[in-house]
């Protein structure tokens, strides 16, 4: 059997409340591109980025849903960049927690994306790859070997942004700082900066300071600087944010 290829695929997700839904939608700029009320609860939003359809489930308890889908962007920077700018005018604050939320900027193993979490609780995770001579080899041994310092701190980030899993990088991380003394300065660096962005997001302000605090006090060389260069870029944005009461 013979099939012509299809030109692209369209996510359809459930919502709980439609108004809500194409709000949120058309504060990030997408188009609303049709909408029916019967026999059921139907919509269409589109975007440059991506198409997306959401249907009506009222039972729907958005903190429990697992929807989700990974949009592939080549401009990935520019996206967030908008979308932050979009969601601080119409929130007065960039969402950092709670639903619907944004989540920051990160780099993974196999690219470079940010979290946008929508009032039904779906998950949009939108990335850019890396360029393949740039690209990092993904070491699936870290989860079996968790003890190593930086095995340790790889499941967290991975847990933290690959997952959104905040509640177990937590843990990892908490139990990181508490017990190894062994850890290197860059990486009790990026431990905290990383612990700090995770407190932040639960809107726990003066856990995210003491952290921050903790790391400014860290001693490190010019070349360990120069190693978490895009951590220190991290924690200023935290303390931007912090300092704004964002």
Known sequence: MSMEPSPSVIPLLPCKSIDEQLDFYETLGFEITYRQAKPNIYACV???????????????VPAESYAMCYIHVPNVDEVYEDFCARLKQTYHKIPRSGIPKITRLSDLSEDRRFNLIDPAGNRLLIGQ???SSKLKPH???IWESPNRPLNTYEIAYRLAYAKDDHTAAVKVLDKMLASDK????????????LRADLAF????????KQLLTRAKQLILTEQE?????GDMDKMNELLGSLERGM
Do not use: W
């Open 225 to 229: 600087l120069e190693q978490v260069r």
């Open 46 to 60: 589109r975007h440059p980025i991506v198409e997306l359809h959401f249907f009506g489930l009222k039972q729907l």
């Open 139 to 141: 070491d699936e041994s």
């Open 182 to 193: 062994e850890a290197a300065n860059t990486l009790r660096y990026k431990a905290l900066i």
């Open 201 to 208: 997001s639960s809107d726990d302000t003066d856990l995210a």
């Open 129 to 131: 790859r890396h360029d």
